[in-house]
């Protein structure tokens, strides 16, 4: 057999035992076993299914992606939904960017920076322009503030998928999720806290509890020259002890060494100054009004005089969430800080600006670590039984789904037992059964399908939303 068409073939090697019979009513089936050339079958809705061979795909996900299949999706959706409820709360609105952009938006990040020097993935289109995948939403969202011009401060909350060609990861992937939100227009200390606080008490929202915040400045384009130089210095006398990767960082950007994760590295970096020593008198001021209100707000914070962030466009304020859940170094869950520069570079004004991104899936592992934001048992409230050819059910189905009430059924006119298993997988708590008897007599069987009591009530086909919503709550 040629390695392109080789197939895995599921086979059962003894027989099954035979179903027990199953009643409703007054009625009851059997399960029923037979044979297909030699090969055990069962008998399902009257079709008999045969050993299934199952081909290796032609076509996988590309590396470093993959698919969110239902059940993790709709968890995905559910944290961004609430992330959306937090920051409307909070006063920002919801925007949407192009997942491409003009390549010249994101090379602001810093030509140093990974991101632009090896992570996106940028394109000459058909019309000859340069473009490239968003490899993060902040320069977007400045973009789209300098071309439009609102009204500010403008408070906005953005959701999407980003693109990075990184090593694939726990928890990183080439396209990966996140939330965010930006605010422009003010250099208020007391939005910086806004903004921290709304992150915080979100991660509160989904019963995260191991999470720290770390918190720094970066000064401002004043103070940080003498910074630069004084850190310039210490880099360049312990040259030798930096790794070959830091000694060329240095030389294009030394804050970017202040990033390494590298073992050599560290006990270079750990003697270096930090940049809260330079902070001048405005500068230190603004620090200090940020810690103020974060305190009045009782939200715990340690002061990291060595975090840097990945990209060149921070300034001052600057914080990142780690949790403590999960292993590595991989852990942190969000972060980010003030870029007030980003909008004049962008071609805008002058306009100060803060935000943050937070990763979806990193944040999924730390729920899953802690027990806590899990998957919904089911993505249905009711599945609808239908033995009378399948016509009640699409219009049960469809008076249900009106009422807001979740609904699956079966198809192909399964059997009753067929379609009852088919209900239990589905982890519906209710099932909806009609027959020919309760067609004949306007009713309608409710039955329980979880928990230790079964119960099982005849309801009339006008009560039948009243007595379902009932039962769900």
Not at 5 to 10: A, F, G, N
Not at 332 to 350: C, E, K, T, W
Request: net charge negative.
């Amino acid at each position: 057999m040629s390695r392109s068409s080789r197939v895995s073939i599921i086979t059962m090697v003894d027989s099954p035992p035979p179903l027990a019979p199953f009643c409703y009513r007054n009625r009851c089936e059997n399960g029923a076993f037979g044979t297909l050339q030699g090969k055990p079958t069962a008998q399902v809705g009257g079709t008999q299914l045969a050993s299934r061979a199952v081909a290796k795909p032609t076509f996988r996900t590309p590396k470093g992606t993959r698919d969110i299949l239902p059940g993790e999706a709709d968890r995905q959706r559910a944290l961004v939904n609430a992330f959306g409820e937090a920051a409307r709360r909070a006063g920002y609105g919801h925007v949407m960017t192009p997942m491409f952009e003009d390549l010249g938006v994101f090379k602001r990040l810093g030509e140093s920076t990974d991101v632009v020097t090896k992570e996106m993935y940028d394109f000459v289109a058909k019309d000859g322009n340069h473009y490239a995948l968003r490899p993060e939403l902040t320069a977007s969202v400045v973009r789209a503030f300098v071309q439009h011009r609102p009204l500010i401060p403008w408070k906005v909350w953005y959701e999407g998928p980003q693109f990075r060609y990184e090593r694939p990861q726990a928890g990183r992937y080439r396209q990966f999720s996140q939330v965010g939100v930006e605010a422009l227009g003010t250099d208020d200390p007391g939005i910086d806290a806004e903004v921290i606080a709304l992150a915080w008490n979100f991660y509160q929202t989904l019963g995260l509890s191991e999470v720290t915040l770390h918190l720094n400045s970066l000064g401002d384009r004043t103070d940080r020259p003498a910074y630069i130089e004084a850190l310039t210095n210490h880099f360049q006398e312990n040259f030798d002890s930096l790794s070959e990767q830091s000694q060329f960082t240095l030389q294009v950007n030394p804050l970017r060494v202040l990033d390494s994760k590298r073992e050599p590295d560290q006990s270079v970096i750990d003697a270096a100054p930090v940049m809260v020593d330079f902070l001048n008198g405005e500068t230190a001021e603004h620090f200090a009004g940020v810690r103020r209100v974060l305190d009045q707000l009782e939200i715990p914070y340690e002061i990291s005089p060595r975090l840097v962030r990945g990209l060149d466009y921070y300034l001052r304020t600057t914080f990142e969430f780690v949790s403590t859940a999960l292993p590595g170094a991989q852990n942190a869950i969000g972060g980010g800080g003030r870029y007030d520069a980003l909008a004049a570079d962008l071609g805008g004004p002058d306009t100060p600006g803060i935000g943050f991104a937070l990763g979806v899936d990193r944040i999924l592992l730390a729920c899953d670590e802690e027990g806590v934001f899990e998957a919904a048992p089911s993505l249905v409230d009711v599945f609808i039984i239908d033995v009378t050819g399948g016509d009640q059910a699409a219009l049960l189905g469809a008076q249900l789904q009106t009422a807001g009430i979740a609904t699956d059924r079966a198809y192909d006119s399964r059997s009753m037992r067929a379609q009852f298993k088919v209900a239990d997988k589905s982890g519906a708590p209710l099932a909806v059964v009609v027959g020919e008897d309760e067609l004949a007599a306007g009713t309608i069987q409710l039955r329980t399908l979880q928990g230790e009591e079964r119960e099982q009530i005849s309801v009339t086909r006008t009560t039948l939303i009243e007595e379902v919503k009932k039962r769900l709550t």
